[in-house]
């Protein structure tokens, strides 16, 4: 009963998320007239504009992102066994944020329109999961292998990705330093459908194997003797927690803490369980996203800073005062 209550307070507090999302920004617009243009899309005038254009695209997309990144957290937490572990552990951001760099720099947007930049971000992240793969199919995909072959490519993609912003055109850096900041102001309707081709499918093949990543928690020998097929579990999850992260950071950048934050703080309320774990930090994704994102475009309006700076800054001091509260002295 109480996860049952703990399910609902998180829908109220998603909703809410949503409504207040929409509401605030450069332009605050009232509660009232909010309801009124949802409603009634096809009038036109300036809240319709920046409702249904701008607002709810990008609080759409947050939510998918937030959602996208706080499941594949949690997966890579219990698949490595390691409280440490995030989205971004075996390398797929550096290989994205090598693609956006390179699509940048040298301007393939002008050739590709809009979606050149996530294309190649999307590239990037893709060659960063075949080369992880490939490298520790060779060792039977062992957590220490992947691990290992992942902060490794991560430093060699984050060096290559300097040297080219070293010789870069100043305005071009600082596009690409902006993206890498993570940035929900691309945002489109367009977006939104690939990345939750990807996002939304992921995450339900995940949660198929629920039980199974409860087993691995366990350690891999007790797994085993528990009837899993560990390799094969193991490249499962992998690919389809790495295919999630690369669509979510070809989208929006490299927006931190959230798959390492959200996964931790659900646990203390559901437990271990990832059938329950999953969902909840899908939906405790998405609402720190779509609030970090508001509070990203209003506390300097009409300025915006990128939300990855908001996560960054709030989820790791959040994170630390949760860790030194937290009197569980194991993760998992």
């Known amino acids: 009963m109480k996860k049952i209550n703990f399910f609902i307070f998180l829908i109220v507090i998603l909703i809410v998320s949503l409504i207040f999302s929409i509401m605030f920004g450069g332009v605050s617009i009232s509660f009232k007239d909010v309801i009124y243009t949802i409603f ?3 009038i036109v005038d300036s809240n319709q504009t920046i409702i249904w254009k701008i ?14 990144l706080a499941v594949s957290g949690c997966v890579f937490q219990g698949m490595l066994r ?18 956006a760099s390179i699509g940048i720099i040298f301007r393939f947007e002008k050739f590709l329109g809009y979606y050149g930049l996530p294309l190649f971000a999307f590239i990037g992240a893709f060659i960063s999961i075949s080369l992880i793969y490939l490298l520790a199919l060779r060792r039977n995909l062992s957590v220490t292998t992947l691990i290992l072959i992942g902060v490794v490519l991560s430093f ?5 990705v300097t040297l080219i912003l070293s010789v870069s055109d100043p305005q071009k850096v600082h596009l690409t330093i902006i993206w890498l900041m ?27 194997f629920s039980r199974d990543m409860d087993l691995l928690t366990l350690g891999e020998e007790k797994a085993r003797h528990l009837g899993v097929d560990v390799k094969l579990i193991r490249r499962v999850l992998f690919l389809f927690s790495s295919i999630i992260t690369g669509a979510c950071v070809s989208s929006s950048g490299i927006i931190g803490f959230v798959g390492l934050m959200v996964p931790h703080f659900i646990r203390g309320f559901t437990g271990p369980g ?16 779509v609030l970090a ?4 475009r209003t506390i300097i309006s009409p300025l915006e800073l990128p939300v990855g700076v908001i996560t ?14 937290s009197k569980r002295k194991e993760i998992f």
């Not at 060699?156 to 290559?160: E, G, N, T, V």
């Open 274 to 289: 990832h059938r329950i774990l999953l969902p909840a930090s899908a939906i405790g994704g998405a609402i720190l996203l």
């Open 55 to 68: 607002r709810i695209p990008r609080v759409i997309l947050g939510l998918f992102i937030g959602a996208g």
């Open 156 to 160: 060699l993609f984050s060096a290559i």
């Open 40 to 42: 009634h899309p096809k």
């Open 293 to 296: 994102d508001t509070l990203a």
């Open 182 to 208: 993570g940035d929900l102001s691309l945002a489109d309707s367009g977006l939104i459908l690939p990345v939750s081709l990807f996002v939304i499918p992921g995450i339900l093949i995940l949660f198929l």
């Open 82 to 99: 390691n409280p440490l572990a995030d989205p971004y552990t075996l390398g797929v951001s550096g290989g994205a944020a090598l693609g």
């Open 312 to 325: 960054g800054i709030f989820g790791g001091i959040f994170f630390l005062i949760f860790f030194l509260r």
